[in-house]
């Protein structure tokens, strides 16, 4: 019932626009994550998919999701890329038994970390392609900044930029920079 609202909501979207990128945030369960990522891939052929994973919130709330390691594998395999924190990329490796490496680039926002200054890496096929440093910001805890990282990296890649251009990732930094009171 709640996939056929899902369908029926995407279907008209997808008559009336042409859908370059798309960012995947929370989802109840793992099925449900590939559903989405089945579901953009068949309305929109060869749109960009960034999976943010949700899986706790940064106030301390989990949301339990569970990976199951071959269907883990299967949507690492057709999306661009996936955006775990660093608390999150732990619960992905450890449920999924390190499928994360060589699937899919991979950013890991280092938000969660210490330090004076945020530190992201950009992995593919396991191997660190590009790594980024900003100053942290200084107004205190910022709750989705993360979400919003990696809302900016699907509207560049919607314009067509690539996730390697490093400019592309300083660009998106700075958004969030600019618009750190909005969170």
């Known amino acids: 019932q709640e996939e056929d609202q899902i ?4 279907t008209v979207l997808a008559k009336r626009y042409k859908v370059k990128a798309v960012k995947l945030g929370m989802h109840r369960d793992i099925d449900e994550v590939n559903f989405s990522v089945d579901l953009c891939r068949k309305l929109w052929p060869g749109v960009k998919i960034v999976w943010d994973p949700v899986m706790g ?5 989990d949301f339990k999701l569970k ?8 949507i690492l395999n057709k999306i661009t890329l996936i955006t ?9 490796r450890i449920q999924s038994g390190g499928a994360l490496s060589d699937r899919c680039a991979y950013l890991v926002k280092g938000g969660h970390a210490a ?5 992201d890496i950009l992995f593919e096929k396991g191997k660190v392609v590009q790594f980024y440093t900003a100053r942290r910001i ?7 900044s ?4 990696s809302s900016a990296i699907t509207a560049e890649l919607a314009k067509g930029l690539s996730i390697y251009y ?13 618009n750190d009171k909005s969170f």
């Not at 330090?115 to 530190?119: D, T």
């Open 84 to 92: 775990p924190n660093l608390p999150e990329l732990e619960k992905l």
């Open 166 to 178: 490093n400019v592309f990732f300083q660009g998106c930094k700075s958004f969030i920079f600019t």
């Open 67 to 74: 990976i199951e390691k071959k269907l883990f594998e299967k």
């Open 7 to 10: 369908i029926e909501s995407l």
């Open 138 to 144: 200084e107004s205190g805890e910022k709750h989705g």
């Open 115 to 119: 330090g004076k200054f945020s530190e």
């Open 57 to 61: 919130s940064s106030t301390g709330f």
């Open 146 to 149: 993360g979400c919003v990282l």
